[in-house]
C-alpha cells in the first residue's frame, strides 16, 4: 500500500524545498532537479539510488507529495535508518528536517533553461508505459444462476492494491474525466449492455469478457497518460476501497475543477503555439485519420488470423476424434476382405491411438489463437481506441469550444448594433447603461473563450505528440506476432514429428518402416498423396 503523505502531515519546510526548486510553469519536479538535490546530501550513492527508487518519478518529474516522501526519506536515512516505505509508514512523529544547506542555495537547483517550452511531451513510449499496469479481473458470481451487477478486481501495479469497482463507477469516472480534462483524449468505454441479438449464456459470456478487456484498455490509456495519471481522480479510482466510491470522485472533482482553472499556463497557452497551428492541426489530423484506417484493417486480418487458429484447433481435435472413432469400430471383418484380415485390425488399433497427438495438436493450435488474440489483436486494440479517443477530442474542439466562440462573437456583434441604434435613438440612459454593461459582460465572456480556445489548441498539441509517441506500438506488436508465429510453428512441428514414425504400422508393405519420398530430380517420382490407378 502506496504511504499516504499529505499538506499536512509535513514540516513547512518542505514546501519551501518544494517552491525553491519546483518548476513553476509546470509546478512540479523535474527528475534532473531531484537527482541534483540528492547530491547535495551527505548520503552514500547507495542511499541516494535507494531513495530514487521509493519514489514515482518515471515520468521526468516528481509530484508535490512525492518530493515530500523523497525529503522525509532524505531526513530519516541522514539520521542512520535504511529508506523504505515501510519506516514512513511506521513513522507517528511529524517528520524530520533533512539537510539540504540554504533554501537560496536550493533555487539555484531549480533553474530551468529559458527555452524550455512546456508545449512539448518529453516521455517515450517505454517511460509512458512503465507508469502502471492495471489488471481487471472479474469476480466470480457466488448468487444466483444470472449475473446481477457485474464486479471487477482493478490492481494497480504503480498502488501496488486492489480495489472491487462496477461498470457503474467506470461511468461516473468516464464522465468526470471528461469534464476535467475536457481538452484531454478521454478513451470511451465500452457499452453497459449487448445493444442487439438474443441474449444466450454464450453470447452474455463473450460480451462480459469482451467488456472486461475494453475497459483494461481504458484504464490503463487513462492510468499511463502524462496529465491524468497525476490527478486525483485516478487515484482514488484505483486505491479508493471506501463503499462510496462515485461520491468521493465527485468530491474530488468539485474541488479541483477542470484544467483550464487549474494550469497555471492555460492563460498564456497562445504564447506557446506556433503561428500555423490550424494548418498544422488540419494536416496531422488527416494523417492520423489514415493511420486509424490502416490499423483498424490491420487489426481486423489479425483478428482473422487468430479466429483461423482456434478453428484450425477444432479442425484437428474433430480429425483425431474421427479417426478414433474409426478405430474404435468393433464390426469383424467379413469375408470379403483380402486373405489377410490381420492388415485392418492392425491398422484400426493405431487409428484409434492417433487421437492422442491430434489433441494435443489441437492444444497448440488453440494456444497459438490465444497469444495471437491476447498480444497482438489487443495492443491493435489497445491503440485504435486512444486513436479513436483522439478523433473524438477533435470534433469536441470544434463542435464545443469554436462553436461556442463563434456564437458569442454573433451574439456581441447584435449587442453592438442594439447600442448604436440606442445611441442614434436617444433612448433612455438606463437602457444605454444595461446595454453597455450586457456588453462589457459578453467582452469578458468571449476573452474567456478565446483563452480556452488557445489552450485547447495547447493540449491537441499536445495529445497529438502523445498519438505520435504510440505509433512505436507497432514495434512491439510485430515483435509479438513474429514471435508467436515462431513459438506456435515450432510447437506444431515437435508434435508433427513425434506422430511421424507412429504410422509406421499403417504401412505394413514396408516392414514397419516409413519410405523416404523420391524428389523430382530423383525420376520416378510422384506426388506423396497420389494414389495408384
Not at 499516504?4 to 513553476?24: L, M, T
Not at 498564456?268 to 490502416?294: C, H, T, V, W
Not at 483461423?308 to 480429425?319: G, I, P, Q
Not at 448604436?420 to 440612459?429: D, G, I, P, R
Amino acid at each position: 500500500m502506496e504511504v499516504e503523505i499529505n499538506e499536512g502531515s509535513v514540516p513547512p519546510y518542505y514546501r519551501e524545498v518544494y517552491e525553491a526548486i519546483c518548476c513553476k510553469q509546470e509546478d512540479r519536479v523535474q527528475t534532473d532537479v531531484f537527482k541534483r538535490l540528492l547530491s547535495k546530501t551527505d548520503l552514500s550513492v547507495a542511499l541516494q539510488n535507494q531513495i530514487a527508487e521509493h519514489v514515482d518519478c518515471k515520468q521526468g518529474f516528481l509530484s508535490k507529495l512525492a518530493l515530500y516522501k523523497a525529503l522525509a526519506l532524505i531526513a530519516l536515512a541522514q539520521q542512520g535508518k535504511h529508506p523504505s516505505p515501510k519506516l514512513l509508514e511506521n513513522f507517528t512523529q511529524e517528520f524530520p528536517k533533512p539537510n539540504l544547506g540554504e533554501l537560496k542555495d536550493l533555487q539555484a537547483l531549480g533553474m530551468q533553461p529559458a527555452s524550455r517550452n512546456p508545449l512539448f511531451l518529453s516521455q517515450t513510449l517505454d517511460e509512458l508505459l512503465d507508469i502502471d499496469t492495471v489488471q481487471v479481473e472479474l469476480i466470480p458470481e457466488k448468487k444466483g444462476l444470472f449475473l446481477k451487477h457485474v464486479e471487477y478486481e482493478i490492481t494497480s501495479q504503480r498502488f501496488q492494491v486492489s480495489v472491487y469497482r462496477r461498470y457503474s463507477d467506470f461511468d461516473v469516472f468516464h464522465d468526470l474525466l471528461l469534464q476535467r480534462f475536457a481538452y484531454r483524449m478521454v478513451p470511451a468505454l465500452p457499452p453497459k449492455r449487448m445493444l442487439k441479438g438474443v441474449l444466450t449464456s454464450t453470447t452474455d459470456r463473450e460480451f462480459i469478457e469482451g467488456r472486461r478487456t475494453a475497459l483494461r484498455r481504458f484504464i490503463n490509456l487513462v492510468a499511463r497518460h502524462p496529465f491524468f495519471s497525476e490527478d486525483g481522480l485516478i487515484k482514488i479510482f484505483l486505491t479508493f476501497s471506501g463503499s462510496d466510491v462515485q461520491n468521493k470522485l465527485r468530491e474530488s472533482f468539485k474541488t479541483a475543477g477542470d484544467e483550464f482553472i487549474t494550469c497555471k499556463i492555460a492563460t498564456q497557452a497562445k504564447e506557446y503555439l506556433p503561428g500555423d497551428i490550424q494548418a498544422k492541426f488540419s494536416s496531422s489530423r488527416e494523417m492520423i485519420r489514415n493511420i486509424f484506417n490502416s490499423f483498424q484493417k490491420l487489426r481486423d486480418q489479425a483478428e482473422r488470423m487468430a479466429v483461423r487458429s482456434v478453428e484450425n484447433a477444432t479442425d484437428l481435435l474433430m480429425f483425431g476424434r474421427e479417426l478414433s472413432a474409426l478405430g474404435s469400430d468393433t464390426m469383424p471383418v467379413q469375408s470379403w476382405a483380402p486373405t489377410n484380415k490381420n492388415t485392418w485390425g492392425t491398422m484400426r488399433q493405431s487409428l484409434k491411438g492417433l487421437s492422442v497427438e491430434f489433441a494435443l495438436l489441437a492444444d497448440k493450435a488453440a494456444q497459438q489463437g490465444k497469444r495471437e488474440e491476447e498480444d497482438v489483436v489487443e495492443k491493435l486494440n489497445l491503440f485504435l481506441d486512444l486513436l479513436e479517443s483522439y478523433k473524438d477530442l477533435c470534433e469536441r474542439h470544434e463542435k464545443g469550444v469554436l462553436h461556442d466562440h463563434q456564437r458569442a462573437l454573433q451574439k456581441y456583434s447584435v449587442m453592438k448594433r442594439q447600442m448604436m441604434s440606442a445611441t442614434v435613438q436617444s433612448k433612455e440612459q438606463v437602457s444605454v447603461d444595461q446595454l453597455e454593461s450586457r456588453i462589457v459582460q459578453q467582452e469578458n465572456a468571449i476573452l474567456t473563450m478565446e483563452l480556452r480556445n488557445y489552450f485547447s489548441l495547447f493540449c491537441l498539441h499536445q495529445e497529438t505528440q502523445l498519438i505520435y509517441t504510440y505509433l512505436q506500438i507497432i514495434a512491439y506488436i510485430l515483435e509479438a506476432f513474429v514471435k508467436s508465429q515462431i513459438q506456435g510453428h515450432r510447437e506444431m512441428s515437435v508434435v508433427w514429428l513425434d506422430l511421424q514414425p507412429k504410422l509406421s504400422c499403417l504401412f505394413g508393405a514396408s516392414n514397419g518402416v516409413l519410405p523416404s519420398p523420391l524428389t523430382p530430380q530423383q525420376g520416378n517420382w510422384k506426388p506423396p498423396n497420389a494414389f495408384p490407378n
